[in-house]
């Protein structure tokens, strides 16, 4: 019997993580015998196992509807717009840190990097993010222009966030993620790979900025709804960039105060 496309896909997902039948069916509650069954399409899951594999495996919850969709069942996981009523006690508190984080840059994206939210600290620095689509926004950092020559450690940065973007589309098999993560790396193809960093130097890779002859230091934070159940919440992403120094807290303010 022809494996099911729920079958296809959770095997997907069982090889992506690493798990044999035998751990992911101990973590699920059931048996491998059942587990089994399912895979190879003898058997029908349930909502209730469905969604015990999909927690097993961590999978994002854009991907938990797929796989019920795939099993024949409907969407657990509501996907609003961040406009909508229901939303707006979530993207008030994200606006609200946002506002409070001015004069440092922050901002809160999606879960493929389309900019949604900025405070003016970040506006002064990248006018107009919020108008690109992810794609254009990969190809402003990683393709020649300002992003480039306003950071001392751009190819230090670039490389990482490419690593990182790999990683992420490889963990959860987003093909939308694969191609994002391509477009920036062909962004790198005459960009040499910094070697390794000395890692007792700082607790963190800190992007530096460079204007004029001030070098600015500066770390980012992430704040996360990890728990949401709604698809748009549980993939928003809220940076902040924070200054290293003395002299980047002054700095910020300074711009703030001439723009």
Same mark, same amino acid.
């Given at each position: 019997?022809?494996?099911?496309?729920?079958?296809?896909?959770?095997?997907?997902?069982?090889?992506?993580?690493?798990?044999?039948?035998?751990?992911?069916?101990?973590?699920?509650?059931?048996?491998?015998?059942?587990?089994?069954?399912?895979?190879?399409?003898?058997?029908?899951?349930?909502? /209730?196992?469905?969604?015990?594999? =999909?927690?097993?495996?961590?999978?994002? *919850? #854009?991907?938990? +509807? %797929?796989?019920? $969709?795939?099993?024949?069942?409907?969407?657990?996981?509501?996907?609003?717009?961040?406009?909508?009523?229901?939303?707006?006690?979530?993207?008030?508190?994200?606006?609200?840190?946002?506002?409070?984080? /001015?004069?440092?840059?922050?901002? =809160?994206?999606?879960?493929?990097?389309? *900019? #949604?939210?900025? +405070? %003016?600290?970040? $506006?002064?620095?990248?006018?107009?993010?919020?108008?690109?689509?992810?794609?254009?926004?990969?190809?402003?950092?990683?393709?020649?222009?300002?992003?480039?020559?306003?950071?001392?450690?751009?190819?230090?940065?670039?490389?990482?966030?490419?690593?990182?973007?790999?990683?992420?589309?490889?963990?959860?098999?987003?093909?939308?993620?694969?191609?994002?993560?391509?477009?920036?790396?062909?962004?790198?193809?005459?960009?040499?790979?910094?070697?390794?960093?000395?890692?007792?130097?700082?607790?963190?890779?800190?992007?530096?900025?460079?204007?004029?002859?001030?070098?600015?230091?500066?770390?980012?934070?992430?704040?996360?709804?990890?728990?949401?159940?709604?698809?748009?919440?549980?993939?928003?992403?809220?940076?902040?960039?924070?200054?290293?120094?003395?002299?980047?807290?002054?700095?910020?303010?300074?711009?703030?105060?001439?723009?």
């Amino acid at each position: 019997m022809p494996a099911t496309p729920f079958g296809r896909m959770l095997r997907e997902w069982r090889g992506r993580r690493g798990l044999s039948q035998l751990t992911l069916a101990a973590q699920a509650e059931t048996t491998p015998r059942h587990l089994s069954f399912i895979e190879t399409g003898r058997s029908r899951p349930g909502r /209730d196992l469905v969604l015990r594999l =999909a927690d097993a495996m961590e999978i994002p *919850v #854009r991907h938990r +509807n %797929a796989l019920l $969709e795939a099993a024949g069942l409907g969407r657990a996981y509501a996907e609003r717009d961040l406009e909508e009523q229901d939303l707006r006690p979530f993207v008030d508190a994200v606006e609200l840190v946002l506002r409070n984080h /001015d004069p440092y840059p922050g901002c =809160a994206m999606d879960g493929y990097g389309h *900019v #949604r939210r900025t +405070n %003016a600290g970040f $506006e002064r620095l990248w006018p107009g993010a919020r108008s690109l689509t992810p794609e254009q926004n990969i190809d402003a950092f990683f393709g020649p222009g300002p992003a480039r020559d306003m950071l001392e450690n751009w190819a230090e940065l670039a490389w990482r966030d490419v690593d990182m973007r790999r990683r992420e589309a490889i963990r959860i098999g987003d093909a939308r993620l694969h191609a994002l993560a391509e477009r920036a790396e062909q962004h790198l193809t005459d960009v040499p790979r910094p070697s390794a960093p000395d890692l007792t130097a700082s607790p963190v890779v800190c992007p530096r900025f460079r204007f004029g002859d001030q070098v600015v230091r500066t770390f980012s934070t992430v704040m996360r709804f990890e728990h949401a159940n709604d698809v748009s919440l549980h993939e928003l992403k809220v940076e902040l960039i924070f200054p290293a120094e003395p002299s980047a807290a002054e700095f910020f303010a300074m711009l703030a105060q001439t723009h």
